[in-house]
């Protein structure tokens, strides 16, 4: 699976080694010269929450996705990024294609 996301912060970034199933969500994508990486879990396959960072994962650094897939398997994760360390937040965008 590949993919892009859409942090509406600046240009899109190619997303690598994407994990996507009913109960887990992974990525990498680099920015800034920085590697962040998203791991986010599902009980029902339609809504994730998890945590994200770089280089490492934080509890203050949360994210919460839903799940949107097409007929034709292009699959959307709309959802919202949060660094409470500095009271940031945001939107993230991320599509994934076969």
Same mark, same amino acid.
């Given at each position: 699976?590949?993919?892009?996301?859409?942090?509406?912060?600046?240009?899109?970034?190619? %997303?690598?080694?994407?994990? %996507?199933?009913?109960?887990?969500?992974?990525?990498?994508?680099?920015?800034?010269?920085?590697?962040?990486?998203?791991?986010?879990?599902?009980? /029902?396959?339609?809504?994730?929450?998890?945590?994200?960072?770089?280089?490492?994962?934080?509890?203050?650094?949360?994210?919460?996705?839903?799940?949107?897939?097409?007929?034709?398997?292009?699959?959307?994760?709309?959802?919202?990024?949060?660094?409470?360390? /500095?009271?940031?937040?945001?939107?993230?965008?991320?599509?994934?294609?076969?």
């Amino acid at each position: 699976m590949r993919g892009i996301v859409f942090d509406f912060e600046e240009p899109f970034r190619d %997303l690598s080694e994407v994990t %996507l199933t009913k109960d887990k969500f992974f990525c990498k994508y680099l920015q800034g010269g920085y590697v962040y990486r998203i791991e986010a879990t599902s009980r /029902d396959g339609t809504f994730y929450r998890g945590y994200w960072g770089y280089p490492d994962f934080d509890d203050r650094y949360t994210v919460e996705f839903t799940r949107f897939e097409s007929k034709s398997k292009e699959i959307v994760l709309l959802g919202t990024w949060i660094n409470k360390t /500095d009271n940031y937040e945001g939107v993230y965008l991320v599509r994934l294609y076969p």
